[in-house]
Every structure is written in structure tokens, then in C-alpha cells.
T-cell receptor, first 114, second 111 residues
């Protein structure tokens, strides 16, 4: 079955370490997105990509980096510059530039920095 | 900022219809209204979407006003498993295609 896979489901890191969250999709979607969710809050957009080798900053990109070297993959690196990285991270994908097509979300990665 | 406004929470008795309102007064003519829901610590789940006409699927119905400035999601027979946060969002298609989420409505189904 097609879908989005985020790994790992839970991730623990020490403060000051960079960490990379994986997001892979086999839906042949051009567009991919990363969101952050804090307890009791909605989703906030970190980065998004409409096509391979291109990506744009969302509302809260500071302290994060991404790459889009392959259509299927959109990894997110949480750098040491991110002041409060503990959160629930969600990846999504969709067809690009098609308003009549929904987004598919992964099951998320819960990152805890100690 | 999100282009939608929703009440922060609602209650509904089990077995009754749950009607969740959403205001999107600045929506443009080619923008679709989408509804997703999120059960605790899971990824958002697609429910339904529409442009102008009312829509129905196996999960819910979507009623969009004629001026498209608001909509209502209807869960016809709510169950305890429908307890979740429901997000109404407007998809901005085009080069800068992205979804901006609001805070959603937390729906409590009462036994």
C-alpha cells in the first residue's frame, strides 16, 4: 500500500546535538511538507518542497534544515540552533499545484531533547 | 496566518449529529475547503473537501454556504471514536501551495 513513513516514532537526543528525522513516501507526490506540533497546539509549517532540489521556508524555519535530493524523501534536520526542539513532528505529501487533492500525513516522530 | 476560524471546543452526545462550523470569509474562488481530524498523538486524517457544492462521503457531509464564506462539517451519528481535534483549512494551490493550520475544534463526544 502507498503511504508516508516517518521514522523513528520516538527519538531522544541530548541538548546541543543535531538530529535528522526521516520522511519517505511512495505515493509519487511532488510536494512534501514538515510541520511541528506542541502540546495542545495546532500544526505549524517548518519547510515545504514542491519539486526535487527546491524547498521553501515555512513560518518557523529557524533552527531547522531540509534537503530534497529525491522525490520520495524529505529529511528534516533539527539543529542545535533550535532553542526548543522537543515536539511532535509531522510530515505530509501531496500533488503539487492541485487544490482538488488532499494531503497525506505520516504518523509522526516525537522528539525529546534532554 | 490561518485563513479559517473555528470554535475551540464543542460537545456532542453519542449517537447525535455533530455539526462543526468554520468561517473562511477571505476564501478565493479557486480555493478548496478541507477538513481533517487528529486523534491524540497521530497524524491528521483526511475527512472531506469541497469547492462550491455540498459533499458527502462515508465519513461525513460538508455544507458550504452559497457565498463560500463559511462551511459546516456534519458527522451524522457521532461515536466515542469521533473524539478528536477537527481542522478546517483552505488549500491555496499554486506555486506557493501549502496548508496553514489553525487551532481547530476539539470535539468531545459525551456517552
Amino acid at each position: 500500500d502507498g503511504g508516508i513513513t516517518q521514522s523513528p516514532k520516538y527519538l531522544f537526543r541530548k541538548e546541543g546535538q543535531n538530529v535528522t528525522l526521516s520522511c519517505e513516501q511512495n505515493l509519487n507526490h511532488d510536494a512534501m511538507y514538515w510541520y511541528r506540533q506542541d502540546p495542545g497546539q495546532g500544526l505549524r509549517l517548518i519547510y515545504y518542497s514542491q519539486i526535487v532540489n527546491d524547498f521553501q521556508k515555512g513560518d518557523i524555519a529557524e533552527g531547522y534544515s531540509v534537503s530534497r535530493e529525491k522525490k520520495e524523501s524529505f529529511p528534516l534536520t533539527v539543529t542545535s540552533a533550535q532553542k526548543n526542539p522537543t515536539a511532535f513532528y509531522l510530515c505530509a505529501s501531496s500533488r503539487a499545484d492541485d487544490g482538488n487533492y488532499g494531503y497525506t500525513f505520516g504518523s509522526g516522530t516525537r522528539l525529546t531533547v534532554v | 496566518d490561518a485563513k479559517t476560524t473555528q470554535p475551540p471546543s464543542m460537545d456532542c452526545a453519542e449517537g447525535r449529529a455533530a455539526n462543526l462550523p468554520c468561517n473562511h470569509s477571505t476564501i478565493s474562488g479557486n480555493e478548496y475547503v478541507y477538513w481533517y481530524r487528529q486523534i491524540h498523538s497521530q497524524g491528521p486524517q483526511y475527512i472531506i473537501h469541497g469547492l462550491k457544492n455540498n459533499e458527502t462521503n462515508e465519513m461525513a457531509s460538508l455544507i458550504i454556504t452559497e457565498d463560500r464564506k463559511s462551511s459546516t462539517l456534519i458527522l451524522p451519528h457521532a461515536t466515542l471514536r469521533d473524539t478528536a481535534v477537527y481542522y478546517c483549512i483552505v488549500r491555496v494551490a499554486g506555486r506557493d501551495d501549502k496548508i496553514i493550520f489553525g487551532k481547530g475544534t476539539r470535539l468531545h463526544i459525551l456517552p
